[in-house]
């Protein structure tokens, strides 16, 4: 499929409820509606053109940008796109899933992160912590800043509530992230969690809820999955 089919496909499995429903979440005008699991069996037919990732984001809609974040490989993107990725990003599920995504799949994706997470846009900090998280959860522990992660969560702990809405957000899920990502840090992990206590972000019309860290991490930890990685950073 060439990038013109693949839109017009976009476009013919798009529904006004996937829609609507997205609007209640925040996204912007440019999109169809298509359901995670459609793109998904999209995604298969498309599998390993990695020449049409930066044309499907480059169309700007929202449905082709998820899809160009689930088929791109991130470890063959620059950083001047993964940076451009960050600053497009025009709302949560692209900041803080899509970007991710391939970003954690770069060889400098901490760095990258670190970067995003001290900008002065919350979106870009979004994905920051978000890349962060991901690597943690894929990425196995001799190779990861335990030292920088670590100043990371005592950043966590003592600014989370005073961070944009959507940022809080992803701190939250950073600190899960660690707890159980990390063995050697879940004690540690699970100790700031209930000092940070209750999150409140702001989520529009919708019904959906902040994950309690303490609640997921016991949980996590009673299932014996502390310290148990993901094989993708993607989902």
């Not at 001047?80 to 600053?87: S, T």
């Not at 995003?116 to 001799?142: A, H």
């Not at 600014?159 to 944009?164: D, M, N, P, T």
């Not at 972000?201 to 930890?221: F, Q, R, W, Y």
């Amino acid at each position: 499929m060439m990038l013109e089919d693949v839109m017009n496909r976009l476009k013919s499995l798009g529904s006004e409820q996937t829609v609507k429903t997205f609007r209640r979440h925040g996204a912007p005008e440019n999109m169809y509606g298509v359901k995670v699991a459609d793109l998904k069996v999209i995604l298969k037919q498309l599998k390993g053109r990695q020449e049409l990732v930066q044309s499907l984001w480059d169309t700007g809609n929202s449905d082709a940008r998820y899809l160009a974040s689930l088929l791109g490989d991130g470890k063959l993107m620059s950083t001047k796109q993964l940076n451009d990725w960050a600053k497009t990003a025009d709302w949560y599920m692209l900041s803080e899933y899509a970007v991710p995504f391939v970003a954690a799949e770069h060889p400098d994706a901490t760095k990258l992160a670190m970067k995003w997470i001290d900008s002065k846009s919350p979106n870009i900090q979004s994905s920051g912590w978000s890349t962060y998280s991901l690597v943690v959860m894929t990425r196995d522990d001799e190779v990861l800043d335990l030292e920088q992660i670590r100043e990371l969560l005592t950043r966590c702990e003592t600014s989370i509530h005073q961070q944009a809405n959507r940022v809080r957000y992803v701190m939250n899920g950073f600190v899960t992230s660690v707890g159980a990502g990390i063995k050697e840090l879940f004690p540690e992990t699970l100790r700031i969690a209930k000092a940070i206590g209750k999150i409140r972000v702001e989520m529009g019309e919708t019904a959906c809820k902040v994950p309690d860290a303490v609640e997921s991490l016991t949980k996590i930890e009673s299932m014996k999955r502390i310290g148990k990685k993901k094989s993708s950073t993607k989902c």
